[in-house]
């Protein structure tokens, strides 16, 4: 079944498709596969400025991209691994995505009956929905073809795009992650000895929540400590009353533009202290 065509050896080959505000391909850190391998391909999105596409949650508006797999059998595909998303401004609304260019991150699987001189295609049907001033439903059929070989080989170019977008994906937080409900909303506090010193000299500090608790284009207060971070945000009428988990991620934007981001699986509890010396 895996079968399907014939390339050179140690080739990859994949079609960019041009969709109405995109050049979109997909690309892979392999350019040939082992049999029972493990590695990482992306949706890679060249977005037309101004337009840009969602986060896992869009924020106030908008749908994440999503794919419908046709994956020959025993090959397995996991969930996106989502890069740091940016706050997007459009009129009165906050949307959580991305501009320029997007590249989304799949963990690929291939079956160890898989046999060197086989060709695997990895294809999918990607949905997105890309918006500038107006949205339009966008997305494309795209594959790729990868040579089955003894010993995997690396595709060097394809590996440091993937590498930088999973260098901003979220990492776990060392410490706790708290909420306090305030008078109008939540405090969120946030341990984390890296995310404490990448706040220092942060020229941007945003938290971007799973769910739509909170007002999303309500401007975040942000004070820094030297244990990690508190961010103070005005909850939205879908906010229970009382006390309740208010999970995300937190994103640092470096004075070079680089992104970095933690997730805050942020539970009732108090503040800590080493959190809120500092405003940022």
Not at 7 to 36: D, F, W
Not at 93 to 102: D, P, R, S
Not at 117 to 137: E, M, Y
Not at 267 to 272: N, V
Request: aromatic residues 6%; glycine residues 8%; hydrophobic residues 45%.
């Amino acid at each position: 079944a895996l079968m399907l065509s014939a390339l050179g050896a140690g080739m990859a080959s994949a079609q960019a498709v041009k969709t109405l505000h995109t050049n979109a391909s997909m690309i892979a850190e392999r350019s040939s596969v082992a049999p029972g391998d493990t590695f990482l391909g992306a949706l890679k999105l060249e977005l037309e400025d101004p337009w840009h596409v969602y986060w896992r949650n869009p924020g106030d508006s908008g749908l994440p991209p999503a794919v419908t797999w046709k994956l020959p059998e025993g090959v397995q595909a996991g969930d996106f691994k989502w890069p740091a998303p940016h706050a997007i401004p459009l009129a009165t609304l906050m949307n959580y995505g991305y501009e320029h260019k997007l590249v989304l991150p799949i963990e690929f699987k291939v079956p160890a009956t898989a046999k060197p001189g086989d060709t695997i295609n990895f294809a999918g049907k990607f949905d997105w929905l890309i918006c500038a001033d107006v949205c339009v439903p966008d997305g494309a059929e795209l594959s790729l073809a990868i040579h089955v070989e003894a010993a995997p080989k690396t595709d060097t170019a394809a590996s440091s795009e993937i590498a930088a977008s999973l260098a901003s994906a979220p990492v776990p937080i060392t410490g706790s992650a708290t909420v306090v409900r305030t008078a109008d909303g939540f405090r969120v506090a946030a341990v984390d000895g890296d995310l404490a010193e990448a706040a220092k000299a942060a020229k941007g500090i945003h938290f971007f929540p799973e769910g739509q608790e909170i007002i999303h284009a309500a401007s975040q207060a942000v004070r820094r400590g030297d244990a990690g971070v508190s961010v103070t945000l005005k909850a939205s009428d879908y906010a229970k009353p009382g006390d309740q988990p208010l999970p995300g991620i937190i994103v640092i934007e470096a004075a070079d533009d680089t992104l970095k981001s933690w997730t805050v699986p942020a539970q009732p509890g108090a503040t800590p202290d080493g959190v809120s010396n500092a405003s940022f």
